[in-house]
Every structure is written in structure tokens, then in C-alpha cells.
């Protein structure tokens, strides 16, 4: 085993990777969640309408629904570009998932530390017929990293490729 010293001009920045987009199909299922999502918080304020001795009910309940409605607009709005930026990237020794478009955030992990590696679906991904691959790490603040938008065969490739690559780290 050596320890030789690396000098900056020679290593790879993250920033710099070709990241694998997401499926296509992962936006959809993105904006339905979302969708859902918004139409559960707007149902919220309708039950103000039930009480009977508030007064300003119905001014209330019309401007809380066009507020979570502007949210609900900008956000499927904002979908678009966050899906643009989320990629993975495998490397020689770790793999690498960015997400976040208004706090960006990119997560490396080295084979070596990772300790599981599962596939799984939630039911609006089953609809689209994605999957997302969950990567457990011995880290105390980030256990878990979940790259999601993924069809079967390449969840499975990455899956299979991560045991691989974990197993060869370790010895």
C-alpha cells in the first residue's frame, strides 16, 4: 500500500463529471407527486368552511387557496429545471448523485464505505415503471442516498455493479 501525494492539477473536480441524466419518464412522475401533493394542502383550508361562527371565513379560505395555488404553480413550474440537473456518475472507486437546483448538493460515496445497496418503487414510479436504487453508507450525517428515476435493467446494472465494486474495495 503506498500514500503517495496527489497534487490538485491531477484530480478530477465532481464538478467537472458527465453526469447520466434520469429517465425522461421521471419528470412525470415527479409532477403528478407534486401535483397531488398541492391538491392535498388545498383541501386544508376548506375545512375552515365548517366553522360556523368565524367571521372572514370565506375571505380567508380564497386567498389561503390562491397562495397554495401560486406555490403549487411555481413549483411544478421550478420541476423542469431540477430534473435537468440530477444526474449520477460512476467513477473508478465511488459514485457520485447531484440534485438541488435551489440548494445543489453532491453526494459522493466510495465503494468502500458503502454497506447496502437495495432497488425499490413507491406506487406513482410503478405507474411510470421506474425505479430508484437506495445506497446505504457507513457515514453518521448522510446514511442514506437514493437515486431515483431509474428503469429496471439500470437499476439492476447499477445495483449489481455497486456489490461488485464494494466486494473488489474491500480487499
Not at 447531484?98 to 459522493?108: A, E, H, Q, S
Request: glycine share 6%; charged share 20%; hydrophobic share 45%.
Amino acid at each position: 500500500m503506498t500514500n503517495r501525494q496527489w497534487h490538485p492539477d491531477n484530480i478530477d473536480p465532481v464538478e467537472e463529471l458527465s453526469y447520466t441524466p434520469l429517465e425522461k419518464s421521471y419528470l412525470k412522475t415527479q409532477a403528478v407527486i407534486t401535483a397531488l401533493i398541492w391538491l392535498g394542502l388545498m383541501l386544508l383550508p376548506l375545512f375552515l368552511l365548517l366553522a360556523d361562527e368565524f367571521d372572514g371565513r370565506n375571505l380567508i379560505v380564497i386567498c389561503a387557496e390562491a397562495v397554495l395555488l401560486a406555490a403549487g404553480l411555481v413549483n411544478l413550474s421550478i420541476l423542469p429545471k431540477a430534473y435537468a440537473y440530477k444526474g449520477y456518475a460512476v467513477r473508478e472507486h465511488d459514485i457520485t448523485y447531484r440534485y438541488g437546483i435551489v440548494f445543489p448538493k453532491t453526494v459522493t460515496i466510495p465503494f468502500c464505505k458503502i454497506q447496502q445497496v437495495s432497488i425499490r418503487q413507491n406506487p406513482v414510479s410503478r405507474m411510470f415503471g421506474l425505479y430508484a436504487v437506495d445506497i446505504v453508507n457507513g457515514a453518521q450525517m448522510l446514511a442514506e442516498t437514493v437515486i431515483p428515476g431509474l428503469t429496471r435493467e439500470k437499476a439492476e446494472e447499477i445495483k449489481s455493479l455497486l456489490i461488485e465494486r464494494t466486494g473488489n474495495e474491500s480487499k
